[in-house]
């Protein structure tokens, strides 16, 4: 996950249209004639366990309330913003989703209704805000059954031990769906604070996801070869991200950065994998650049001792080895694009290095 600028993109045309005020005037009948429909379903609950009797079924939806649907939110115009704003990349893990299956235009907070709470109606009053639509990759949106590096509830001790000691896969429900834990005060309606919330998950367009979210690249424990995982970042004593269950005076993991791991899938099988080929197409590139350095610089060396005849022949070689480094150390910091799929995680990896390669790992987004 990587920090985004909404502002880099303008609002599209569609959500300051009149047609989106309808739809929000709407969603608020709707809500209204949910609220009413639950409120006389539990009266009638009520009124049947006081007599001993069984209790009625929710009543189905009808009328105009059956009939609604969110559809601005899928706009032509919407959809191609939020494909600039992201570079055609999912939000969340950065698998760049043109090629993989179509878009979902995701909210944030959930439109329609919140997991762990039947009576909240969704954030409805959001579903065609502009800061609250995001593009995701089917698999971090939808929850379905995926294999994940580890399980779903896993800690943060569970997704060293899965990289450092190889434990089996296991196939769990991932997918952010309708999930959106708050450590604050939820808002229930557009009258509500948005900002006594205290969100769990990560917005990229809000949040500084580095503050969060790391990688194991120390791939000289153990003999283990690089594998991209995602961690939560430890946070220093005190910081009230800082996982409760940490011992006193430790670091520890960042608990939104746990949460948005897990809510999210990002450490499911198929994504560490694409993570991992990436991740060791650089460490091939960055070794192919250092033995041909290498062997730049002693052809350079051995210009001066050599015959004349042979001398230019040797100068020649060296320059074309010179300019075949810098052509290698060239596509290593193209990975660092905005553009390319987990451009964060070459960007952490170049981290690494960029005093070895002389480059600026974090360059203008």
């Not at 009543?59 to 913003?81: T, V």
């Not at 604070?193 to 990688?215: F, G, K, V």
């Not at 062997?295 to 001066?304: G, I, K, N, P, Q």
Request: proline share 8%.
């Amino acid at each position: 996950m990587r920090r985004v600028d909404r502002n880099a993109v303008s609002v599209p045309a569609s959500l300051i249209r009149p047609e989106a005020q309808k739809e929000f005037d709407a969603a608020r009948r709707v809500v209204a004639l949910r609220a009413e429909r639950l409120r006389l379903h539990d009266k009638a609950v009520e009124t049947a366990t006081a007599l001993g009797q069984t209790a009625p079924k929710l009543p189905q939806a009808s009328g105009e309330e059956a009939a609604f649907a969110f559809k601005l939110y899928k706009s032509a115009d919407i959809r191609l913003a939020l494909e600039a704003l992201f570079h055609g990349k999912c939000a969340y893990c950065e698998t760049r989703y043109a090629h993989q299956a179509p878009v979902d235009i995701e909210h944030y907070r959930p439109k329609g209704a919140v997991e762990g709470d039947k009576a909240h109606p969704g954030y409805w009053w959001l579903a065609a805000a502009w800061e609250n639509l995001v593009p995701s990759c089917i698999d971090c949106n939808r929850r379905r059954t995926q294999t994940l590096s580890v399980p779903a509830t896993a800690t943060f001790a569970d997704l060293l031990a899965t990289l450092l000691h190889g434990q089996s896969q296991a196939p769990a429900l991932a997918g952010k769906k309708d999930s959106f834990p708050v450590a604050g005060q939820r808002a229930h309606s557009d009258r509500d604070s948005l900002s006594a919330e205290q969100p769990y998950l990560l917005d990229p367009t809000a949040d500084e996801p580095d503050d969060h979210l790391d990688y194991y690249l120390d791939h000289t424990r153990d003999g283990v070869a690089p594998l991209a995982l995602i961690l939560p970042r430890l946070r220093p004593p005190g910081d009230p991200d800082r996982h409760p269950e940490t011992p006193d005076g430790e670091a520890g993991p960042s608990v939104r950065g746990l949460m948005t791991i897990q809510f999210c899938g990002l450490n499911r099988l198929a994504l560490v994998q694409e993570r991992t080929a990436l991740l060791r197409r650089l460490e091939f590139l960055r070794d192919a650049m250092f033995q041909i350095d290498t062997a730049a610089r002693d052809l350079h060396d051995s210009v001066a001792l050599a015959a004349p005849e042979l001398a230019d022949k040797l100068a020649g070689t060296a320059r074309l080895l010179d300019s075949l480094a810098s052509g290698v150390l060239h596509e290593i910091l193209a990975a660092l694009d905005p553009d390319q799929p987990y451009a964060t995680l070459a960007r952490r990896w170049l981290e690494r290095w960029a005093d070895t390669l002389n480059v600026n790992p974090d360059p203008t987004p």
